[in-house]
């Protein structure tokens, strides 16, 4: 049974006569009782009840009313999935740390990107994101890698594209200052608003950060999730280190502060590319470029705002 064989029926239906179910149908009288004849023959049912005049719908057609809507509303369904032509989405991985901030920027400000592809993004740490590279479930990751942490991929198998520098940034609240000042000339230990050790921030954080920490502390809040601790450090819950790129916004409107000048060192930070050189994926270098040109133009922005 087809489309045009539900809809004759549901003409039937509604109608409750031949005659006015063939002007529905913009039929003859004569050639639309020969479509209901074909079907009864195919269906082995009688649908039309011929002992009545005008002559209609049987009990048991009638009955499957809902049947034959629901059809047909699954079969316009399944005509407006395959009206798209099939495409392969362009498959990322990003640090939480990226895909919470830069990366959304950069799809955002390219709309011939967006336009011509579905993104699927997996954020994760960077050694999920690394698997996922080596094993094809994407074709490119985004990383951070500093000088003491860098990346070592097969050359032959994945292109490296360092796309631009960012800051890792001790800040704090404006209004937390004060109380700051006070725990450090007491010697107090000082709340921290940190990322766990097992993603790359927390990991350089405690490894590359806190050995060069002049003061006692303690860890207040930890968190995977970038926007947490941006907004427990602002809240006054504690200080803690965030890319520039998630700061710029909060530095110019003084929602945050920076406290370098107060002993809190900072890290420079590379924002590596990963992309896979096999050929299945050559058609995304052109998108991947995109991405990689505006991701260096947002970063150059933040630098130029610091």
């Known amino acids: 049974m087809d489309k045009n064989a539900i809809l004759d029926l549901l003409a039937l239906i509604r109608t409750g006569s031949i005659s006015l179910a063939a002007q529905t149908r913009n039929a003859s009288q004569s050639g639309y009782s020969r479509r209901l004849q074909a079907l009864e023959h195919l269906l082995g049912a009688e649908l039309v009840d011929r002992t009545r005049r005008p002559s209609g719908p049987t009990a048991f057609l009638k009955a499957q009313k809902l049947e034959l809507e629901t059809g047909l509303v699954a079969m316009n369904r399944l005509a407006d999935a395959f009206a798209v032509e099939p495409f392969e989405p362009l498959r ?24 011509v592809h579905d993104i699927r993004l997996r954020s994760a740490n960077l050694e999920s994101c690394f698997q996922m590279l080596m094993t094809e479930e994407v074709i490119a990751a985004l990383f951070y890698e500093t000088e003491a ?66 003061f006692k502390v303690s860890m207040k809040l930890v968190s995977g999730l970038t926007q947490t601790i941006q907004k427990s450090i602002k809240c006054g819950l504690g200080v803690g280190w965030l890319p520039m790129t998630a700061l710029t916004e909060d530095l110019r409107t003084g929602h945050l502060v920076q406290i370098t000048d107060l002993g809190f060192p900072r890290a420079e930070l590379d924002l590596t590319v990963l992309r896979l050189r096999t050929k299945s994926f050559a058609e995304f270098k052109p998108t991947i470029d995109a991405i990689c040109q505006e991701i260096s133009d947002i970063l150059q922005r933040g630098n130029t705002a610091s």
């Not at 490296?160 to 007491?186: N, Q, S």
């Not at 608003?193 to 490894?207: A, K, N, W």
């Open 92 to 115: 990322l991985a990003a640090l939480h740390s990226i895909s919470a901030n830069i990366l959304p920027r950069a799809l955002a400000a390219l709309d011939e990107v967006m336009a």
């Open 149 to 214: 942490r860098r990346l070592n991929p097969p050359r032959d198998f994945v292109q490296r594209t360092t796309v631009g520098r960012d800051g890792f940034i001790p800040v704090c609240a404006p209004e937390y200052i004060a109380r700051l000042k006070d725990k450090i000339a007491g010697d107090d230990p000082l709340p921290l608003i940190i990322y766990p050790s097992e993603v790359f921030m927390g990991d350089l954080t405690r490894s590359s950060l806190l050995p060069t920490l002049p």
